[in-house]
């Protein structure tokens, strides 16, 4: 049972170029959520999903874009990166079964470094 | 929205002895309280969850928490730490009115002196 896994692990981009940030979860979740992680700011929510088909703007969306491809995979898209995108992004899942405010699963993390 | 203090952001204790790390939230609705550990360049995993039932909650690794309603409290306790505990620790909330959304803390980094 692998759980949630993100790839990729490290990344490095120049600042203007793009990626995506791959997510699956294997536990049948619902809810997945992007997360960034900066010192001292603990984690902020970028985006989420309550369920496939939709996703809603958490608290700091700007600069990004996510797809929720099917009930597995989440993706988190940076279109044009800028150095303030330099930070931890965590994916995690939630709601096994329909029941809700369960706890969130987390993958291990994408370091990304935009210079 | 939902927040989340964590008072301290930094807390040396020496080994064996207790430790307290402290979290607050701003809820008047019916809320579910976590705390995560997360190890270095490693993701957050789950230590406890209170979501009814008992106010004193028992989770991995000999830590304990309480959820106190009357002062949105959830503290965390751990009555004799090790080396290994040495970490970051996040504290999150989710409530009845937010549907599945989490929200973290700041985190307070546990360092075990020898």
């Known amino acids: 049972n692998a759980g949630v896994t993100q790839t990729p692990k490290f990344q490095v981009l120049k600042t203007g170029q793009s990626m995506t940030l791959q997510c699956a979860q294997d536990?049948?979740?619902?809810?997945m959520y992007w997360y960034r992680q900066d010192p001292g700011m603990g984690l902020r929510l970028i985006y989420y999903s309550a369920s496939e088909g939709t996703t809603d703007k958490g608290e700091v969306p700007n600069g990004y874009n996510v797809s929720r491809l099917n009930k597995r995979e989440f993706s988190l898209r940076l279109e044009s990166a800028a150095p303030s995108q330099t930070s931890v992004y965590f994916c995690?899942?939630?709601?096994?079964?329909?029941?809700?405010?369960?706890?969130?699963?987390f993958g291990q993390g994408t370091r990304l470094t935009v210079v | 929205a939902q927040s989340v203090t964590q008072l301290d952001s930094q807390v040396p204790v020496f080994e064996e002895a207790p430790v307290e790390l402290r979290c607050n939230y701003s809820s008047s609705v019916s809320v579910y309280l976590f705390w995560y550990v997360q190890y270095p360049n490693q993701g957050l995993q789950l230590l406890l969850k209170?979501?009814?039932?008992?106010?004193l909650v028992k989770g991995i690794n000999g830590f304990e928490a309480e959820f106190n309603k009357s002062q949105t409290s959830f503290h965390l306790r751990k009555p004799s730490v090790h080396i290994s505990d040495t970490a970051e620790y996040f504290c999150a909330v989710s409530a009845s009115n937010t549907g599945n959304q989490f929200y973290f803390g700041t985190g307070t980094s546990l360092t075990v002196i020898p």
């Open positions: 536990m049948n979740h619902n809810s």
């Open positions: 209170y979501l009814s039932g008992s106010t």
């Open positions: 995690a899942s939630s709601d096994p079964d329909g029941r809700m405010n369960t706890e969130a699963f």
